[in-house]
């Protein structure tokens, strides 16, 4: 009996183990904006909702064990409307991955997104269907779709960083939510004319074939150079530099994008880190080539780096 006992739970464990989810995620939801007159009760239901949305679901048919799974945090800052149970909101979205033979978690997404509304009563299922993006209620189905557009970009850009081209299939099944997003009035970030700077943007660029080059960029960085840097900091560092030259070249090729400005976020403490033990001529190239590619950071760059 003790046999069979302990051969079911070596079959429980293998099944929770092969079909672990991809995500780690934690949701924050602040309603401190909201006034008095809205049960808070709601945004802890609601953060809870989220949170289970985005861990118990399957995004992909891979298999992950516990520590493979994608770190990832969202904030959702919300904001009340006159209109009863609907919200607008930012968004912040981070992501990291691990570097190879270290603790360290790489940034991989630093990212606010500033059109998010949403109607929310609680207890509602959230429920997602990427043959139905938009749903019945699109303010409802809104909701649901920025959540997992959000996961399948953050698989997606995972994917690029440990293969060449892997996370393609993610960056279509986010497409697919743009393409199929909810439509009515208040609901923006998902049309080209939305903005420079938004969800349709963002996967526009990872899917546009005169940006292949990003994919390539990304599974450089990372693997090609991140990956490296306990095994042989010298060689890592050289070809992180010639990351930061294929970027200044495609911007020079292709003014304004989205994606360049999307990449560099978060990633200025990191990049410092690197070359500040560069030889002088490689530090002074990396300087003047990332203060003007991340021009947010750019006094960082010249004052760290010289």
């Not at 986010?174 to 997003?181: G, I, L, M, S, T």
């Not at 003047?288 to 950071?297: A, E, G, P, V, Y």
């Amino acid at each position: 009996m003790k046999t069979k006992f302990k051969l079911l739970l070596l079959c429980l464990f293998i099944v929770n183990f092969s079909f672990a989810q991809e995500l780690n995620a934690r949701v924050t939801v602040n309603s401190s904006r909201i006034g008095p007159t809205v049960n808070k009760n709601v945004f802890q239901t609601l953060q809870t909702a989220l949170n289970t949305f985005l861990n118990n679901r399957k995004w992909t048919k891979d298999i992950f064990v516990v520590n493979e799974k994608i770190d990832c945090n969202f904030f959702l800052n919300l904001e009340s409307t006159n209109d009863v149970n609907v919200y607008v909101a930012k968004l912040t979205i981070q992501a990291a991955r691990p570097v190879l033979n270290t603790s360290y978690l790489c940034p991989l997404i630093n990212f606010q997104d500033e059109d998010v509304n949403f109607k929310y009563i609680e207890f509602q299922q959230l429920e997602f269907n990427e043959n139905r993006v938009a749903g019945t209620d699109p303010l409802v189905s809104n909701l649901t779709a920025l959540f997992a557009y959000y996961a399948n970009i953050i698989i997606a850009f995972n994917y690029d960083s440990f293969l060449p081209r892997g996370g393609d299939i993610y960056f279509l099944k986010a497409q697919n939510v743009v393409n199929n997003a909810p439509e009515a009035r208040g609901i923006a970030g998902w049309k080209a004319f939305d903005g420079k700077r938004n969800r349709y943007w963002l996967v526009e660029n990872m899917m546009n074939s005169r940006y292949t080059i990003m994919h390539d960029i990304y599974y450089s960085y990372y693997r090609q150079a991140m990956d490296k840097m306990y095994e042989d900091e010298t060689a890592a560092r050289v070809e992180m530099l010639n990351v930061i030259n294929l970027l200044s070249n495609f911007n020079a090729d292709n003014q304004n994008t989205m994606i360049i400005q999307f990449f560099f976020q978060g990633k200025s403490n990191e990049l410092i880190k690197i070359f500040s033990k560069a030889p002088q001529q490689d530090k002074l190239r990396a300087s003047d080539l990332l203060q003007k590619l991340d021009i947010t950071n750019a006094i960082r760059y010249k004052d760290e780096l010289k």
